[in-house]
């Protein structure tokens, strides 16, 4: 059964450092999420892509956010200068055409800032 | 005023039992609601999708929406120790593919 694949599992990193999470949507699907899950916090959404744009963002990704699908399989999240705030798990999710909000999950990437 | 509210629980019901998971929500622009099912540490798992008001069964899972009263519900049937998890409720409609989740209810089926 085809699956949302993220990388890595777990990035820790320094506070100021930029980081990059990677994830490849279903091949077959158009449109592509991400949403982070603080520790024991509600799944929030953060941007949603689609056709090499970006379709809606929360509040929640500001400048220093940015998304990119560098190739046919790829899509990525950066942050560009981590915060200790922005410490949670990140998941990318994707969809077909048809229906934008049957949203099928990643695994996750748990980011951790110290 | 939260757009989704969900009960966390938790809530501990034994094997064999019928779960009834509820969720309530504000924004009446909501068309589309799904289920999810959250292991720990893990990613979403979709379990139910459904548009507007009505019940969808799939096995031992029906989803109910009441719009009118802007309900959400999950029921399972003879609940096993496997669907001890976290069950997210989300809804969406009003902008370009976002989800708006309640906050999880943690139920363990214990044995």
């Known amino acids: 059964e085809p699956e949302v694949t993220q990388t890595p599992s777990h990035q820790v990193t320094q506070m100021g450092q930029e980081v990059i999470l990677r994830c490849v949507p279903i091949?077959?699907?158009?449109?592509f999420y991400w949403y982070r899950q603080i520790l024991g916090q509600k799944v929030e959404f953060l941007v949603s892509?689609?056709?090499?744009?970006?379709?809606?963002k929360s509040e929640i990704f500001d400048d220093q956010f940015s998304v990119e699908r560098p190739d046919g399989s790829n899509f990525t999240l950066k942050i560009r200068s981590t915060k200790l705030e922005d410490s949670a798990m990140y998941f990318c999710?994707?969809?077909?055409?048809?229906?934008?909000?049957?949203?099928?999950f990643g695994p996750g990437t748990r980011l951790t800032v110290t | 005023q939260k757009e989704v509210e969900q009960d966390p629980g938790p809530l501990s019901v034994p094997e064999g039992a019928i779960v009834s998971l509820n969720c309530t929500y504000s924004?009446?622009?909501?068309?589309?609601f799904m289920w999810y099912r959250q292991y720990s540490r893990k990613g979403p798992e979709l379990l139910m999708y459904?548009?507007?008001?009505g019940n969808k069964e799939d096995g031992r899972f029906t989803a109910q929406v009441d719009k009118s009263s802007k309900y959400i519900s999950l029921f399972i049937r003879d609940s096993q120790p496997s669907d001890s998890a976290t069950y997210l409720c989300?809804?969406?409609?009003?902008?370009?593919?976002?989800?708006?989740f309640g906050q999880g209810t943690i139920l363990t089926v214990h044995p």
């Open positions: 999710a994707s969809s077909e055409g048809a229906d934008l909000y049957e949203q099928y």
């Open positions: 091949s077959n699907h158009l449109y």
């Open positions: 892509f689609y056709n090499n744009e970006i379709s809606e």
């Open positions: 924004n009446s622009a909501f068309q589309y």
């Open positions: 459904t548009y507007s008001s």
């Open positions: 989300a809804a969406g409609g009003t902008s370009y593919g976002k989800l708006t």
